[in-house]
């Protein structure tokens, strides 16, 4: 069986589901035909920024090793990109 994909705006709609429209998750979970536990994931992944979350292809942003956390906040729209692209990808020595 193969994994599922979900869209960004798939997640962001399930999420307010729950934060704005007060279902329960387990409820909209049933409703969505997803896992109790991967809604939560969502729910908990858009609340500690809702900029960043879900920025696609199953991996959360991450500043690579070259840049400092301040560096990655302000660059962070360009950075996925960046290392997506192949260009920030250090080779394994």
Do not use: I
């Not at 292809?57 to 990109?81: I, K, M, Q, V």
């Amino acid at each position: 069986m193969r994994r599922r994909r979900f869209t960004r705006e798939f997640k962001v709609e399930a999420v307010k589901l729950v934060r704005e429209r007060g279902v329960s998750v387990a409820q909209a979970a049933w409703d969505l035909d997803v896992h109790e536990n991967v809604l939560r994931k969502w729910v908990k992944e858009f609340g500690s920024d809702p900029v960043l979350a879900f920025p696609g292809h199953g991996r959360r942003a991450r500043p690579c090793r070259r840049c400092t956390t301040e560096r990655f906040d302000e660059l962070s729209p360009f950075h996925a990109t960046y290392q997506s692209s192949g260009l920030g990808v250090v080779p394994a020595k």
